[in-house]
């Protein structure tokens, strides 16, 4: 239950709305937007968490989605979010350091 929560809560609300700093690597086409190699872009982690495509009615807090933890509130790839593992024990308070100042977790069991 302690783990639905924790990931719905990610998922639905999670501390991070989007990433900056990525580059095209090669020509894209994106949900019917063509993004050209080398354009510099931002990427929506909130806006992908609430993906109707990637999950079954998405404004809908649920934490017995069985499809939560697929969420990208930690980001994705090779900067995935090295904290992750340590964000999401649960038993105690998990700070972020860099993101939101003053966003906790209250994680109990
Ligand atoms: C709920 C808690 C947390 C969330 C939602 C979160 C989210 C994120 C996100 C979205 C990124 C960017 C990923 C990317 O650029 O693709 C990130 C990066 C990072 N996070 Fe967290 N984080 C959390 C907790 C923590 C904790 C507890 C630590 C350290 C103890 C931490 C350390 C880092 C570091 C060092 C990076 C940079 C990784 C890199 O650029 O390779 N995070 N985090």
Redesign the pocket.
């Known amino acids: 239950m302690v783990k639905g929560l924790v990931e719905e809560t ?1 998922r639905y609300w ?3 709305d989007f ?1 900056s700093r990525r580059i095209a690597k090669e020509d894209l086409e994106l949900g019917g937007t063509h993004i050209p190699k080398g354009v510099p872009m931002m990427v929506g ?1 909130a806006t992908a968490n609430r993906d109707p495509e990637r999950f079954s009615h998405p404004d809908v807090f649920d934490i017995t989605r069985p499809d939560a933890d697929k969420h990208v ?12 593992p ?2 999401r024990t649960d038993d105690g308070l ?1 700070p ?4 939101r100042p003053g966003t906790l ?1 209250l994680l109990s069991t």
Do not use: D, Q, S
């Open positions: 990610l999670g501390p991070v990433i982690l509130a930690f980001g994705e790839g090779i900067h995935i979010c090295i904290g992750a340590l964000a998990t972020h350091p860099a993101h977790i």
